[in-house]
């Protein structure tokens, strides 16, 4: 638990940067780290609208890690678990280039209808925040936006506050090194909670029934611009059922 330092703005500052501990009995692997064994990449999103829908970006294993990015300019698309999952907590480690915009989709559908776990890693986005892919765009929620730099976020208002203020976000997150996501959904409406680093950044619950109760766990890689050349990149993917 680390205290916040005194001279930080009330504005911005949050009492404490609290980090949970977690019960890491019952996770499985879902990734390898060495093959694309139980993904399979799905050309039917939105952002594979560049090739005609007939390819969802290029997904490779490198250096232990499924690495993403647009095979040909503004082509994207996921790749997603064979599998289909309801409740559940997933948790993996990523390490992508700052531009690429990203996602977690958690109960994905093939063409991508997901609750988004939002890795909006570029100028004018944010990680961790919760959004409504191809849900039209509810929820949207998020407790702070990067600004022109990686080391340089604003808090905005939102019904859970930003954990971690501007002053702190340079030595809280770690870019070019590997930063732990967490994820939990949890009913239908589903609950769903959201940390950075061990560390709460949102939680919010859904009050109407618009999307299925299971689905696949995805990663994205936006369509739009020119991101050939720029990476996402996840490892020690793992996931554990919940309610057993």
């Known amino acids: 638990m680390l205290s916040v330092a005194a001279m930080t703005s009330p504005a911005l500052q949050a009492a404490e940067i609290v980090r949970e501990t977690f019960d890491d009995t019952g996770f499985e692997s879902i990734f390898d780290g060495k093959t694309l064994d139980g993904w399979h990449v799905s050309t039917k999103t939105g952002h594979s609208r560049a090739s005609k829908n007939t390819t969802g970006g290029k997904w490779v294993v490198e250096d232990g890690a499924i690495t993403g990015s647009q095979d040909i300019p503004a082509n994207g698309g996921i790749i997603i678990t064979d599998k289909q999952y309801g409740d559940f907590e997933v948790v993996l480690k990523m390490k992508n280039d700052y531009g690429p915009d990203s996602g977690l989709f958690l109960r994905s559908t093939e063409d991508g209808k997901a609750w ?4 909006d890693y570029h100028n004018g986005g944010n990680v961790a925040g919760i959004y409504g892919e191809g ?21 905005k208002d939102a ?27 949890e009913g239908n409406p589903p609950t769903i909670t959201t940390w950075i680093n061990g560390v709460k950044f949102m939680k919010w619950t859904e009050t109407e029934l618009r999307h299925p109760e299971k689905g696949g766990i ?27």
């Open 135 to 155: 849900l039209g765009g509810k929820p949207h929620l998020r407790n702070y936006d990067f600004l022109d730099a990686v080391t340089k976020i604003k808090t």
């Open 218 to 244: 995805a990663l994205q890689v936006h369509g739009g611009g020119n991101f050939v050349d720029q990476y996402v990149r996840y490892k020690d993917i793992k996931v554990k059922v919940l309610g057993k």
């Open 116 to 119: 988004q776990y939002m890795i």
């Open 159 to 185: 019904p859970v506050a930003a954990p971690v203020s501007a002053e702190e976000w340079p030595e809280f997150w770690k870019h070019g090194e590997w930063n732990e996501l967490r994820a939990r959904i």
